[in-house]
């Protein structure tokens, strides 16, 4: 077992009481429990698979103020995301950085009375949006954010003005509205820098990942998944921040006579990763926002040296996980074709797809856009008070965060003790403001190259001094394969410091080898290797890893590795 995770159960066992317990490893779930924790109070969170294992590995990597919510009238959440946008900028700004957006605009007056449908009671779909509102809209962005100004303000442009900056964008161009927003490299990432940042200010507070909350004979008990070993703990209230399963999770906590309504109604969303050159060229460093025929807003815009395209927006009844099918792959591409019509897009480029639940209040909209992004918190009886997180996004979570640290800590007669609106993430600590300083800095002091310098700075920020002192005590650090970004010490780091606890969680969530296409199976083959020799695997524990990921890589991701080339790099792709 990791060290890390280890010492979490040890302090369990050691002493079972706690003020909270949170249900749900999500990033609602890290931001309540980090937010609760940096109050004093003592906090145990219980995953019950990996940490930012659900929805919140499945975003669409924006961090935004959400401009199509205006349509909705949900200004305060406008307000709102735009603040915490701004935040993550400053707190994270290795893995949150500025996004220029460009939306193309084919109509002048039409959409004008899309909010005033919603506000009325509307639920069917947006009319096509024109000039006007998105110029309505974008001046509200710049409004709300003139006394804080971090980006820069949007700007119009003329379609012959476009075009010479995105000669492949349609011909059927009035205007084009450019205006910046953000997006977050490793989310995933950001989610465990919670955890860590709060082991190192709350040391008496624990997060287990792989581990159930259960209620026996009137009382709580986590048993971890792992092991099988239980322990008995107590609480003074929980947080559900479930997510998707909020309500399962309900039922299983507070079982009632009678099924109550549901809380949550989600929405599927997928999106694909794409390796085509000439469309990553085409955007020309900005993200395209445009809508799709059905009036469904979609993205697309550079990831890491690929495309990141999406997404559908559709109903499900139950929680469950989800993959992107080939009928969501076809609207997807297809979109692609209304704004880049002479540029070639095809599945045979798709290096990765990925699926998630939204986990929406409980609507009956007919257009699942119509449905608020936004959050609350309802409060439930129990063996202590239970308060349900509701809703929310992944910009907005240290907001939602810390409305439901309150309502606990008003209920717990806790005073709060700190703001976390400036609380820097992980290797934001202390992270330079001059371009390329951090990267200049640990050339020097660690005789590292230029690009593995970045490599790191991306990846880690400021923590990256702590994984580079790993891998120079290391013996004959070299990389995982030729051309790769990795390190076998690096890896080492991730899996002694970071909760590892199964193959998947290096390549899925802890690294971007699988999302950015570059895994095959000499890779595979080598960090399951490593794992082993780290956690001291027998020889069917390496093949029952081994044999998931390749399983879940395929079933989930698209993904489906094939036997070796020469050169080790042979890979194929395949629509689940």
């Known amino acids: 077992m990791p060290a890390q995770r280890h010492s979490s159960f040890q302090r369990i066992s050691d002493n079972g009481t706690f003020d909270v317990i949170v249900i749900g490893g999500g990033i609602n779930g890290l931001g309540v429990y980090r937010e609760l924790a940096l109050q004093g109070l003592r906090v145990l969170l219980v995953e019950r698979n990996d940490f930012c294992s659900g929805c919140s590995s499945a975003p669409s990597r924006m961090i935004h103020g959400g401009l199509r919510y205006l349509e909705n009238g949900e200004f305060d959440l406008v307000r709102e995301s735009l603040a915490e946008r701004d935040a993550l900028l400053r707190n994270a700004p290795h893995l949150v950085r500025?996004?220029?957006?460009?939306?193309?605009?084919t109509s002048l007056f039409s959409g004008l009375f899309n909010a005033a449908t919603s506000f009325f009671g509307g639920s069917g779909k947006p009319s096509n949006r024109g000039a006007l509102p998105i110029k309505a809209g974008l001046s509200l962005y710049?409004?709300?954010?003139?006394?804080?100004?971090?980006?820069?303000?949007?700007?119009?442009?003329?379609?012959?003005?476009?075009?010479?900056?995105?000669?492949?964008?349609?011909?059927?161009?009035?205007?084009?509205?450019?205006?910046?927003?953000?997006?977050?490299?490793h989310p995933e990432r950001l989610g465990l820098e919670l955890i860590t940042d709060t082991n190192r200010l709350a040391p008496d507070s624990a997060a287990v990942n792989y581990a159930e909350l259960s209620v026996t004979d009137g009382a709580y008990s986590v048993t971890d998944l792992e092991t099988g070993?239980?322990?008995?703990?107590?609480?003074?209230?929980?947080?559900?921040?479930?997510?998707?399963?909020?309500?399962?999770?309900?039922a299983h906590l507070s079982p009632q006579k009678t099924k109550p309504k549901p809380l949550v109604s989600g929405t599927k969303g997928s999106h694909l990763i794409l390796d085509n050159p000439v469309l990553l060229k085409a955007l020309d460093g900005h993200m395209m926002y445009f809508e799709n025929t059905d009036g469904r807003v979609c993205i697309v815009f550079p990831y890491l040296g690929k495309v990141l395209a999406g997404s559908t927006d559709i109903r499900v009844t139950s929680a469950s996980r989800t993959r992107c099918e080939p009928e969501e792959m076809d609207y997807i591409l297809t979109s692609l074709q209304l704004i880049f019509p002479d540029v070639p897009v095809s599945a045979d480029e798709v290096v990765f797809s990925y699926s998630g639940i939204r986990p929406l209040p409980s609507s009956d909209q007919d257009f699942t856009g119509r449905i608020s992004r936004?959050?609350?918190?309802?409060?439930?009886?129990?063996?202590?008070?239970?308060?349900?997180?509701?809703?929310?996004k992944w910009t907005t979570f240290r907001a939602f965060a810390q409305q439901t640290a309150d309502e606990v800590m008003a209920e717990l007669d806790h005073p709060r003790k700190l703001d976390t609106i400036g609380q820097p993430i992980g290797g934001g600590a202390d992270f330079p403001?001059?371009?390329?300083?951090l990267e200049q800095a640990l050339m020097a002091e660690y005789s590292v190259t230029l690009?593995?310098?970045?490599?790191?700075?991306?990846?880690?920020?400021?923590?990256?001094?702590?994984?580079?002192?790993?891998?120079?005590?290391?013996?004959?650090?070299?990389?995982l394969e030729q051309d790769c970004a990795y390190t076998l010490a690096e890896i080492s780091f991730l899996i002694r410091h970071e909760y590892v606890v199964h193959l998947s969680d290096i390549v899925l969530r802890r690294t971007d080898l699988a999302i950015t296409g570059g895994l095959n199976l000499f890779l595979v083959d080598a960090l399951t290797s490593l794992m082993a020799k780290e956690l001291d695997w027998t020889s069917s524990q390496i093949d029952t890893e081994r044999r998931s990921l390749l399983d879940e890589l395929h079933h989930f991701h698209g993904v489906f590795l094939t036997a070796q080339s020469q050169n080790s790099k042979s890979r194929s792709m395949e629509c689940v």
């Open 433 to 437: 403001l001059a371009a390329g300083a």
């Open 374 to 392: 936004g959050h609350f918190t309802h409060k439930m009886d129990g063996l202590v008070p239970q308060f349900c997180m509701v809703g929310g």
């Open 451 to 479: 690009d593995r310098a970045k490599h790191m700075v991306t990846a880690y920020g400021t923590g990256a001094r702590q994984v580079l002192n790993h891998c120079v005590c290391y013996a004959d650090d070299q990389p």
């Open 98 to 105: 500025p996004l220029p957006t460009t939306i193309p605009i």
């Open 229 to 250: 070993n239980s322990h008995l703990v107590t609480a003074r209230a929980v947080v559900n921040a479930a997510g998707a399963w909020l309500d399962e999770v309900n």
């Open 142 to 185: 710049d409004l709300v954010t003139r006394k804080r100004r971090m980006l820069p303000k949007h700007k119009f442009s003329s379609a012959r003005t476009t075009w010479k900056q995105w000669p492949n964008l349609t011909r059927k161009l009035l205007f084009s509205a450019t205006y910046y927003d953000a997006w977050i490299s």
